[in-house]
C-alpha cells in the first residue's frame, strides 16, 4: 500500500507568517491528494481537492501544490483562525490513506 | 442543506459487535459515494471504508477487512457500518463522509464506539 508521510508533525509560527506544510506519497498518485482542516472539537473541513483546486468558500490564503510525489499545502499568512490540524488523503486508488497530521499553532 | 447523522455508538464488549447507521438529508444521498472515518482519542483521522453511489464499489482498510461491513440504502437514505469481533483498538469516533467524487466533502458530527470490559 502508499504510504502518506506528512510533515512537521506540528508547528508554531506567528501571524501573517507563511506556513507550509508537506505530504510525501511513497508511490505516484497523479494529483489524487486532497487537504483536510480539522479545528480542535470540530469535524473535518474540506479545504482543497486534486492536488491544488480550493474548495468552495476557502480563503485564498490556502493553496496546495504538487512536485512528483510531493505535495504542499501554504497558509500564505497565518491567522488566529487557522488554528488547527490538518491532514491530507490520497484517493487515487484504496486504501485512502491520511497522512498523519500537521497541528498548527499560533506563536 | 446537507446534513450526516450518525448513530449506533455505544459502549461494547472486546469480540461483540455494533451496527452503525449514517442517515442523510438534503441532497440526492443516491449520487454520493460514502466512507466511513475513525478517529481515536488524540489521534489523527483513519480512514476505514468506502461504498459507491450504486454499491458496486467496496473497500476496506486492513485493520477492519473481514469483520466491518459497509453497506447503504438508498431507498432509505442511509449507510451502515457491520462491526464484529471489535478490539479496544476500535475505540474512536465513527464519521461518516461523503461527496460526488471520491474526495468526502461533507462530514457527519461522528459517533463514539467505545471497546472496554
Known amino acids: 500500500d502508499i504510504q502518506m508521510t506528512q510533515s512537521p508533525s506540528s508547528l508554531s509560527a506567528s501571524v501573517g507568517d507563511r506556513v507550509t506544510i508537506t505530504c510525501r506519497a511513497s508511490q505516484g498518485i497523479s494529483n489524487y491528494l486532497a487537504w483536510y482542516q480539522q479545528k480542535p472539537g470540530k469535524i473535518p473541513k474540506l479545504l482543497i481537492y486534486a492536488a491544488s483546486t480550493l474548495q468552495s468558500g476557502v480563503p485564498s490564503r490556502f493553496s496546495g501544490s504538487k512536485s512528483g510525489t510531493d505535495f504542499t499545502l501554504t497558509i500564505s499568512s497565518l491567522q488566529p483562525e487557522d488554528v488547527a490540524t490538518y491532514y491530507c488523503?490520497?484517493?487515487?486508488?484504496?486504501?485512502?490513506?491520511f497522512g498523519g497530521g500537521t497541528k498548527v499553532e499560533i506563536k | 442543506e446537507v446534513q450526516l447523522v450518525e448513530s449506533g455508538g455505544g459502549l461494547v464488549q472486546p469480540g461483540g459487535s455494533l451496527r452503525l447507521s449514517c442517515a442523510a438529508s438534503g441532497f440526492t444521498f443516491s449520487s454520493f459515494s460514502m466512507n466511513w472515518v475513525r478517529q481515536a482519542p488524540g489521534r489523527g483521522l483513519e480512514w476505514v471504508s468506502y461504498i459507491s453511489s450504486n454499491s458496486g464499489a467496496i473497500y476496506y482498510a486492513d485493520s477492519v477487512k473481514g469483520r466491518f461491513t459497509i453497506s447503504r440504502d438508498n431507498a432509505k437514505d442511509s449507510m451502515y457500518l457491520q462491526m464484529s469481533s471489535l478490539r479496544a483498538e476500535d475505540t474512536a469516533v465513527y464519521f461518516c463522509?461523503?461527496?460526488?467524487?471520491?474526495?468526502?466533502?461533507?462530514w457527519g458530527q461522528g459517533t463514539l464506539v467505545t471497546v472496554s470490559s
Open positions: 488523503q490520497k484517493y487515487n486508488s484504496a486504501p485512502f490513506t
Open positions: 463522509a461523503g461527496g460526488n467524487s471520491r474526495v468526502p466533502d461533507y
